[in-house]
């Protein structure tokens, strides 16, 4: 199956700098990738949908100019969480689908991001 | 918000029996995913059944689709500690190319 591989997996930053996340494809093109947001025992919030080429779409309640999304490639998109503070620690994942309809996702291993 | 809700949130199990876990959604739907997250890992596709159909098998994977209801279940049978994870239902709507995750279901399988 397709592969998305996202780095790093884990990071510990000090509050107020820059993280960047990145996902790829490894195998495929992904015009679209969805970057989430998860909690300790919840569900994935989607936070964002990045694409190709454009400016990324985010869902209502999350703040744009915190976390950055470019998807410059078809097969690299990248989520920068800006002047971190502990409250943005949290696990991030990506996912890039084959196509629109009736297909499955593939998910990036995950990120925890740990701002002290 | 998220459209799905599952059931249980929690189930805890022995060896060898059988897991099921239900997930209700409101919207109209294309399909519905089930997914599998081991703790601190992505998640893993395990199934998908369309709108159109009912039942669907997958090794020891069943999962069954009533759009009336607007509700899936998926069992597993014959179940083993290697099961031990989270799962998740997902929508995929009428409208596009995004998912909707229910809350999940933390399974853990006894040895």
């Known amino acids: 199956g397709a592969v998305v591989s996202q780095h790093p997996s884990r990071v510990i930053c000090k509050s107020g700098t820059s993280v960047k996340i990145e996902c790829r494809s490894l195998?495929?093109?992904?015009?679209?990738m969805f970057w989430y947001r998860q909690f300790p025992k919840q569900s994935l919030m989607l936070m964002a949908t990045?694409?190709?080429?454009?400016?990324?779409?985010?869902e209502q309640g999350v703040e744009k100019d915190k976390f950055l999304i470019n998807h410059a490639s078809l097969t690299l998109s990248t989520l920068t969480v800006t002047s971190a503070h502990p409250e943005d620690s949290s696990f991030y994942i990506c996912?890039?689908?084959?196509?629109?309809?009736?297909?499955?996702?593939?998910f990036g291993q995950g990120t925890r991001l740990t701002v002290v | 918000s998220q459209q799905g809700e599952e059931d249980p949130q929690a189930l805890s199990i022995q060896e060898g029996e059988n897991a099921t876990m239900n997930c209700s959604y409101k919207?109209?739907?294309?399909?519905l995913q089930w997914y599998r997250q081991n703790s601190g890992r992505g998640l893993v596709h395990l199934i998908l059944?369309?709108?159109?159909?009912r039942e669907k098998h997958s090794g020891r994977l069943r999962v069954t689709l009533d759009t009336s209801k607007k509700s899936s279940s998926l069992l597993i049978t014959a179940s083993r500690a290697a099961d031990t994870a989270s799962y998740f239902c997902?929508?995929?709507?009428?409208?596009?190319?995004?998912?909707?995750f229910g809350e999940g279901t933390q399974l853990t399988v006894n040895p």
């Open positions: 059944i369309r709108s159109n159909e």
């Open positions: 997902a929508t995929d709507g009428t409208s596009g190319s995004r998912l909707t």
């Open positions: 195998d495929f093109q992904a015009t679209t």
């Open positions: 919207t109209s739907i294309n399909n």
């Open positions: 996912s890039a689908r084959l196509g629109h309809m009736n297909t499955e996702a593939f």
């Open positions: 990045s694409n190709e080429g454009s400016k990324a779409t985010y």
